[in-house]
């Protein structure tokens, strides 16, 4: 399946799995590669809710909402690649780009997460 969920609510994500799965049977690889950068080169003290709210769903949140509907496929058939993208600017934080940072830095922290969790199934 190759397709771009171009979407941050779990709802769709969920169907948007679901379909892939009927449609072609199983799904072998999930692909997270998500990134806004709004307000860049905006210190944090310039930065409003907005601009993080933006940067949180698509970055992040929609991360865990594919990883979340993608793990129990991937546990059923013991088979499954996940890739998350991150970013550089994570560890590095960045000052011109302070949500961006933050948030790629949490995509790391997830990914580990979803390693451990899901490695007893070869995921």
Same mark, same amino acid.
């Given at each position: 399946?190759?397709?771009?969920?171009?979407?941050?609510? =779990?709802? =769709?994500? =969920?169907?948007?799995? $679901?379909?892939?799965?009927?449609?072609?049977?199983?799904?072998?690889?999930?692909?997270?590669?998500?990134?806004?950068?709004?307000?860049?080169?905006?210190?944090?003290?310039?930065?409003?809710?907005?601009?993080?709210?933006?940067?949180?769903?698509?970055?992040?949140?929609?991360?865990?909402?594919?990883?979340?509907?993608?793990?129990?496929?991937?546990?059923?058939?013991?088979?499954?690649?996940?890739?998350?993208?991150?970013?550089? $600017?994570?560890?590095?934080?960045?000052?011109?780009?302070?949500?961006?940072?933050?948030?790629?830095?949490?995509?790391?922290?997830?990914?580990?997460?979803?390693?451990?969790?899901?490695?007893?199934?070869?995921?």
């Amino acid at each position: 399946m190759n397709t771009s969920l171009a979407t941050t609510k =779990e709802a =769709e994500i =969920e169907a948007s799995i $679901a379909e892939g799965i009927r449609t072609f049977g199983h799904i072998d690889i999930l692909v997270n590669n998500a990134g806004v950068i709004p307000a860049l080169g905006h210190p944090f003290t310039r930065q409003v809710e907005a601009d993080w709210d933006t940067v949180f769903n698509v970055n992040l949140k929609s991360v865990f909402f594919t990883c979340k509907h993608i793990a129990g496929h991937f546990m059923e058939r013991r088979y499954g690649k996940i890739v998350n993208i991150s970013s550089i $600017a994570g560890p590095l934080s960045s000052q011109s780009m302070p949500s961006y940072s933050v948030v790629k830095m949490g995509v790391i922290t997830f990914t580990k997460i979803v390693a451990k969790e899901l490695a007893p199934y070869h995921v």
